[in-house]
């Protein structure tokens, strides 16, 4: 009997799948934020070995600016991503419900 896949390895492997709505989200650029998140996790970390060390506080500021612009880049990755797939098939299908939760999620993102 072959193992069903979970929520999360759906989306790690760009499967697509239903989210309780009436469309099936379909993500191309699941591998390439996923990449870019091991990425700031990484950055992350050393800023932490950074203050743990005590480094000066100007060159911390100046790699947190650094990871706030990762994280901008790969949101925009998402979003461009889910508009052009999910958002997309959402409006043919006339999935008011989608469209308002992309509207509240960019309100609490801005």
């Not at 309780?20 to 996790?41: D, F, P, Q, Y």
Request: contains cysteine.
């Amino acid at each position: 009997m072959e193992k069903e896949l979970t929520h999360e390895e759906m989306h790690k492997q760009g499967i697509a799948h239903e989210h309780g709505h009436s469309h099936v989200h379909t993500h191309k650029e699941t591998k390439a934020v996923l990449n870019r998140m091991s990425k700031i996790i990484g950055h992350m970390e050393a800023v932490k070995t950074m203050v743990e060390n005590g480094r000066d506080c100007s060159e911390v500021l100046i790699q947190l600016a650094a990871v706030k612009s990762a994280i901008g880049g790969v949101s925009r990755v998402i979003l461009k991503d889910h508009i052009d797939h999910c958002i997309v098939d959402a409006v043919k299908e006339n999935d008011t419900v989608s469209i308002e939760e992309l509207k509240k999620a960019i309100d609490k993102f801005l």
